[in-house]
């Protein structure tokens, strides 16, 4: 059969609704995001690849889910679970593998049933253990609940020793639409006031205490220091290695009235902070749980190493250590080896993942803390924020709040919904998916013997335990090429999680890290691990089937990889096709020269089974590819030149699939690029 995408372009539709899910992921579908994990791919593409893989041509697609009934469908790349989350709504038996055993935990999370009295009846355990010890340790003297503390790195000049504060900006907090709210906070370099100030107006800060007027500008800029004398010396010269000291230099208090005040730091500001490193000091390991571990050299690890962070416990304060040693603790110790108990753990990810000495501000009118993966790189921060990890107050993803994510969660997979274009509007709505929520399998025949279960394994997925021709469907969402390193940022996590044991089974080793990892950022790595996945996906899949996958990649090298490992593999790909998959204000896309918002979507069957004979060419795929394009900005959606590069790329190479000889990559990835700049020409006269 004929897939419904092998057919013809994918429906403006989908990108539409695609658009609109993609600025809010974490509120639309709840499941996947109990606990974090990275590059996720939008639930509506997915839902919307397995409808259009049951559907061909003359199919209502509205139908699908009745197709898709009693289908196994299989996730290589499981990823944060949305595959299996999008199957199990339509009825399908889902099945997912990851190397990632902190992937494994997110996915268990989208899927398992919880008892909600079990869930709140846990949580008011870490309640009357935690809430009151935290919350005391981030207090003012007249006992006022502490929102944030803002800290400085120091470094020392090399020539004469002084010490400097390393602020690019004296201003610490900003309005996030400083021109419609100008008013903001400095702090003065004399002695550390803080000083209103109004951007709109004020050229200098002028402080209220001592009486000094100072530029805003700090003693830090781009990658150099310059202390008060004028030496200029680079900042990671200065450090050495060392991890740099911190200065706690202001805090942010929320009043009796409710309303929130700006203060400096006090003597009892720093007796707190020495009380809770004594605590630290005097309590015995069983009774905290410390994040476990050293840094391994890698392409998101380099910045932190270079500046000395060369553990995990590093990553955090003393008062951190000892606030989130003590949840993590009484988490560990709860009872028995419920999911309720797992959900709990892994809701706590949220709070160690914004607060650290990764944490920076972000100021008011939107959440107020970036969290240590805001740049998908473990990048350390020269003024850092540090909250109540408690948070019941306010502030930043403080635990107090995991019980009411977990219920929204719950409901979700009770209750899922989902989304309809209608004229101008997208609409969120009923629509008769089936509840999420289901036992899990430990073992592929236990899964056999009940499908109404979910099947989610940790491990190599060109190795897995599924029999000959027992998948009906894969879809999935392969890694990057070269962008975004799973493991050596899943480690940050790995670190808490391996002392506190969420599951039965949970791996207790240094990394999460594995050698068989498909993610790479050599193209030739990338080729050779992905085909030996591919391979194993062509063997469990039963004939006639279909893997399709979303794939976002601006390197021609990558997408020639990726096509290639698909060639290696005996997969030939009939057709791509380009969807809307990212929010058009995303910070990589607005820096980025040429913004990439598309995902193309990589429809394959086993070569064996596949005629090619009507596949277009080269020429005839490139222009399939830009009329694409045309056609979803025809439709009022914003794509550009990068958007037709990469459709135009993947188009092409995906050719090199469909030659009965070997294909000659090399010549095919140079006219890869040269059709791509052809198009774009095109694109921009018309």
Known sequence: MVSLLEAGPAPVEWSRIAEHESWRKELHRPATYVHKWWARRLGSVARHLLMAAVSGPDDSIADASDRLRGLVVYDPFAGSGTTLVEAAKLGAAAVGRDINPVATLTQRQALQPWDLEVLADLFGQIVRKCARPVQELHRTVSNEPVLHYFWVALAHCPECGEDVELFTTRVFARHAYPRRSPRAQAVCPDCRGICVTDLNKDEKGHCPTCGLTFSFQGAARGRFMTCRLGHRTPVIAALNGTVPERRMYAKLVLRADGKREYRGIDDFDLCLYDKAAKSLADTTPDELVRPLGALEEGVSTVQALRWGYDSWERFFNERQRYSLGLIGAALRDLPGASAEREALIASFGRTIEHHNLFCSYKGEGTGPVRSVFHNHVLRPERCSVEGDPWGAQGGSAGFSGALTRLRKAAQYKNSPLDFRAEANRILSVDQSSLPIARPLSTTWQ??????????????????????????????????????????????????????????????????????????????????????????????????GGCLLFSFHQSQTTGWCALMRSLSDAGFTVTTTRAVIAEVATSLSKTAAAEPNRIDVIVVCRDAAGTSTGAAPDRDEAAAQALSEIRHLREAGLRVGPGDVRTAVRAAVLATGTRQSAAADWDALQAEADHQATAAVAEFNTT
């Open 446 to 543: 236990q899964f056999v013997r009940n499908p109404a279960t979910a099947y989610t394994t940790t491990g190599d997925a060109s190795q897995t335990d599924l029999p000959d021709n027992s998948v009906d469907l894969i879809v999935t969402d392969p890694p990057y090429v070269d962008n975004v390193h799973y493991s050596e940022l899943a480690d940050f996590f790995h670190a808490w999680l391996s002392g506190m044991h969420p599951y039965q089974g949970y791996p207790d080793v240094p990394s999460t890290r594995a050698v068989q990892e498909v993610q790479n950022a050599a193209p030739a790595g990338f080729q050779a691990t992905a085909a030996l996945v591919w391979r194993e996906c062509r063997r469990v899949l039963k004939p």
